[in-house]
């Protein structure tokens, strides 16, 4: 699987929209973009995935660029419930259903 | 309620004492995996069975066993642990191998080897 690059943290005030980068320009046509994410404390949780157009669900939308090179993973209304290691990941149709997690993006959430 | 239970949540043991972490899910899924975490390194994938039988090395296999002899249990052996093998360890699981399904993880288990 292609590998992502993400900023090591990041700051949001609570309440506000959250914009969380991801950069994969080494991405194949057949990837998906996943997003998981760890709060302290637990597992992995699963966020949003997108192939090719923007996405949204309950938690989060999914902003996905015309080259598929970068991506970016929006919060509408951060909360502190938010405040947790977000991971980008790509995910090969061949692949061993392996996820790649890098070190990702910690975000935190002020009060 | 779907979930990925992991048994014990913490052990503490001793080096060469052969332990056992077990991982069971309730949603009937094909795919199960073993991943540790370790800081700075992220989580790497230890194994993998994609069914019933049918396992396979992850990125860090060395040192570990598993077994699928079930469809919802997939624990993870260590058989001379090592402290190396400190680390917090989750299991997953999904639907299938295809790339769309999301994966649920357990709550963790945090194991210290002195």
């Known amino acids: 699987d292609a590998k992502t690059t993400q900023p090591n943290s990041m700051e949001s005030n609570e309440e506000e929209p959250v914009h969380l980068p991801c950069n994969h320009s080494?991405?194949?046509?057949?990837?998906?973009i996943h997003w998981y994410r760890q709060l302290p404390s637990q597992g992995p949780e699963y966020v949003i995935h997108?192939?090719?157009s923007n996405v949204n669900n309950r938690m989060a939308s999914l902003a996905i660029a015309e080259d598929r090179k970068s991506s970016t993973l929006i919060l509408h209304r951060a909360t502190l419930r938010d405040a947790a290691v977000y991971y980008c990941i790509l995910r090969d149709q061949t692949g061993a259903n392996n996820l790649f997690f890098g070190t990702g993006t910690r975000l935190t959430v002020i009060p | 309620e779907a979930q990925v239970t992991q048994n014990p949540r913490y052990l503490i043991t001793v080096t060469g004492k052969k332990l056992t972490v077990t991982c069971s899910q309730n949603m009937n899924h094909e795919y199960m995996s073993w991943y540790r975490q370790d800081p700075g390194l992220g989580l790497r994938q230890i194994y993998y069975?994609?069914?019933?039988?049918?396992?396979d090395k992850g990125d860090v296999p060395e040192g570990y066993k598993v077994s699928r002899k079930e469809k919802r249990n997939f624990p993870l052996i260590l058989e001379s642990p090592s402290p190396n093998q400190t680390s917090l360890y989750f299991c997953?699981?999904?639907?299938?191998?295809?790339?769309?399904?999301?994966?649920?993880f357990g709550p963790g288990t945090r194991l210290t080897v002195t």
């Open positions: 069975s994609m069914n019933v039988e049918v396992t």
């Open positions: 080494t991405i194949s046509g057949t990837d998906y």
């Open positions: 997108g192939l090719t």
């Open positions: 997953a699981s999904s639907l299938s191998r295809v790339p769309t399904y999301e994966q649920y």
